[in-house]
Every structure is written in structure tokens, then in C-alpha cells.
């Protein structure tokens, strides 16, 4: 029996996560999640939205952990997690009406972040729905003191990796046919954007 790993900052933001992926989510029916990471996004949303089939998807040295919080769970919309490495350029998994990711393009490098969205393309019907949370930038420039030390940290441990201007993100969706609905302040000084693809 696996020891769940266990992140606080998903029990921090999963409130606010939840309120707006109940309106942006209302009408999907079928979730990728990239970047499951602990898991317990997964069960949280899966349970809170049971019209939702919900697929996690994560590096594989993750899924043992993930595993852990869907067996406890046993929740029959949430899904045992698909292996997805963003950098790769061929995803497996199908089609899907919507994609969820929360704090994962800050720990991405740019190369990384631009096949992201490569592969969210691929596998988002016409229509579909990407909703992405974590910390942005504005015009080049921190929204806090706070993402400002966040962004050091980050780049003190992996210097391809750091937190991504916004312009910059939204230029890569738009490349791909994703055309930004919503740019929602979250708590901590984080957003959630809400693309569609056209």
C-alpha cells in the first residue's frame, strides 16, 4: 500500500478552482486533466462533478501516487491516469470537450509549454474547452512580490523553467485556434484562463 502523496496547495486552491470549473465545465462531458500530479485534484473535481468523466494524466513516476487517491476514492468518473509528458510530440488519449491543467507551465520549459499547447490541439474537439491555473505575468512584469520570489525559487531550480507572461501564453493558443473566453483572478495572486477552439 502506497503512502498518498500529499500537496497543501491543492487543498488550498481546489475551492476556488472548483467554482470555476463549474461554469466553464457545466456542459462537458469529458475531462483531460494534465499533470494529474498527486491525484487529488482528480478525486476533489471528479466527485464535486460527477457529469464529468475525468482523466488523469501524468508523467509515469506519478501514477503510483495518483493510483493511491483513486482507489481510496473509487469514483467511477475518474479515470486511472493515461502517461503524457507535454514535451512529447504525439499524445495518446483520444478526444476530449475539455482539458483542465493547474500549476504546470511555470514548471515546464518555454519548448515544453509550446508543445502543451500543440497537443491540447490535437486532442480538443471543435468547441472544447481549456481551462489552465496557476501564476502569470503582465506586460513582461510580476502581478506580486510573492510570484516574484515564486519565480526565483523556480528558476534557482530549473532555469529553463519560470513564470510565463500571459501575452505571451495566449499567443500560442491563438496560434493553435484557441480563442481566450475568461481571465479569472484566483486567490494568491494566481488566474485561471479559459480558452475555446474555434
Given at each position: ?20 470549473l463549474?461554469?466553464v ?58 502517461a ?45 474547452v ?19 520570489r ?13 513564470v ?16 481566450l ?5 484566483m ?12
Amino acid at each position: 500500500m502506497i503512502d498518498k502523496p500529499f500537496s497543501e496547495s491543492c487543498e488550498q486552491n481546489r475551492a476556488p478552482i472548483l467554482a470555476v470549473l463549474r461554469d466553464v465545465f457545466a456542459d462537458r462531458s469529458h475531462v483531460l486533466e494534465i499533470g494529474s500530479g498527486t491525484g487529488q485534484h482528480a478525486v476533489y473535481f471528479g466527485a464535486e462533478l460527477p457529469h464529468l468523466v475525468w482523466q488523469t494524466a501524468d508523467m509515469p513516476q506519478h501514477h503510483a501516487g495518483i493510483r493511491a487517491w483513486l482507489d481510496e476514492a473509487a469514483l467511477p468518473n475518474v479515470l486511472p491516469p493515461l502517461a503524457l509528458e507535454a514535451s512529447q510530440p504525439h499524445w495518446r488519449g483520444g478526444r476530449y470537450d475539455a482539458v483542465f491543467s493547474a500549476n504546470t507551465l511555470h514548471i515546464m520549459s518555454w519548448p515544453a509549454v509550446e508543445h502543451f499547447f500543440k497537443g491540447v490541439a490535437a486532442v480538443l474537439e471543435r468547441g472544447g474547452v481549456l481551462a489552465v491555473y496557476g501564476p502569470f505575468n503582465y506586460n513582461g512584469a510580476y502581478t506580486s512580490d510573492s510570484n516574484a520570489r515564486f519565480d526565483a525559487w523556480l528558476k534557482a531550480r530549473d532555469p529553463a523553467s519560470g513564470v510565463r507572461d500571459f501575452e505571451a501564453v495566449d499567443a500560442l493558443a491563438r496560434a493553435r485556434g484557441l480563442v481566450l473566453q475568461q481571465d479569472i483572478a484566483m486567490p494568491a495572486n494566481n488566474r485561471t484562463q479559459v480558452w475555446r477552439r474555434a
